[in-house]
């Protein structure tokens, strides 16, 4: 257990600021694929085993511990068995990249109207899909204030994204919305909500301090700007990419820009668990 070798020269730097200033380093951890494993039904995620002792024990020596993701917070905080921890008390969770906020503290969701154009988009939608041949097993996931197409099930997913992206593109438009694509997914939601803008504002409010990002998508990259930013104001800080376990490769754009690449959520763990070792031998 421990932190893994191979890292770049401005992640060491990272750890050491962290090992330097725990108490004011913030660790801010996407959900599906860095800590829970991803699976063919977003439904049946849940968090690695060993991800609520990791953070429980890193977050009683750090600022904080929050989780940003695409999903819903509560549905994020509900699989990764995170509420009613000890140790993560202070948790927060950014759900629908930041749209809604869960805190441990009060165990509630606090979240602004749903922008309309996500109830127009869920309309149309099953039209939309079927006039473009969708093929079978594409299927929406319905988050409420975002919708999620997926081809994971398909015969070939990445044909199947290439065949809807154009359509979706146009749905999309039509109701003031983006398409944020993803591993085997499209996602239509707001523009100006990401995990960048989440994660920029979340910072803010805990001041200057080192900070460590753990991804696995094409999501995760505004955060990674985010956080290569304050690394430009001389903040430390280390980027993980957490890589699938499966065989394929790690997504390119992501690992590229990475500190460190880690074997999946298992991976992730390891390393938390290492940074709370190395905070607690100093």
Do not use: N
């Not at 309309?123 to 999620?148: M, S, Y």
């Not at 593109?169 to 995990?195: F, N, S």
Request: net charge negative; charged share 20%.
């Amino acid at each position: 257990m421990g932190i893994p070798e191979g890292m770049t020269a401005a992640g060491r730097d990272g750890v050491a600021g962290v090992v330097a200033q725990p108490s004011r380093t913030v660790v801010a951890l996407d959900f599906d694929g860095t800590l829970a494993p991803i699976v063919a039904d977003p439904a049946s995620a849940r968090a690695h085993p060993g991800v609520a002792a990791a953070l429980a024990a890193l977050a009683s020596l750090v600022d904080s511990v929050v989780v940003v993701t695409g999903r819903p917070a509560a549905v994020a905080v509900e699989y990764g068995g995170l509420a009613d921890v000890p140790g993560l008390e202070r948790l927060t969770v950014l759900g629908q990249y930041g749209a809604e906020r869960w805190e441990a503290a009060t165990g509630e969701v606090v979240a602004p109207e749903v922008h309309p154009g996500v109830a127009g988009a869920r309309a149309e939608l099953p039209a939309v899909l079927a006039r473009a041949g969708a093929p079978e097993g594409t299927w929406v996931e319905d988050k409420g204030r975002a919708l999620g197409v997926h081809t994971r099930r398909t015969a070939d997913p990445d044909a199947a994204l290439d065949l809807l992206r154009a359509p979706l593109a146009e749905l999309a438009e039509r109701h003031a919305l983006i398409v944020e694509p993803g591993r085997m997914v499209l996602e239509l939601r707001p523009p100006g909500v990401d995990k960048g803008a989440a994660l920029t504002g979340y910072l803010a409010e805990r001041g200057p301090g080192p900070v460590v990002y753990a991804g696995d998508d094409l999501g995760d990259l505004p955060a990674y700007a985010a956080v290569e930013r304050r690394r430009a104001e001389g903040l430390p800080a280390l980027l993980v990419c957490s890589g699938p376990v499966t065989g394929e490769p790690p997504v390119r754009e992501l690992a590229d820009r990475a500190d460190v690449v880690v074997p999946g959520p298992a991976g992730v763990v390891e390393l938390l668990s290492g940074l709370a070792e190395l905070i607690r031998a100093r």
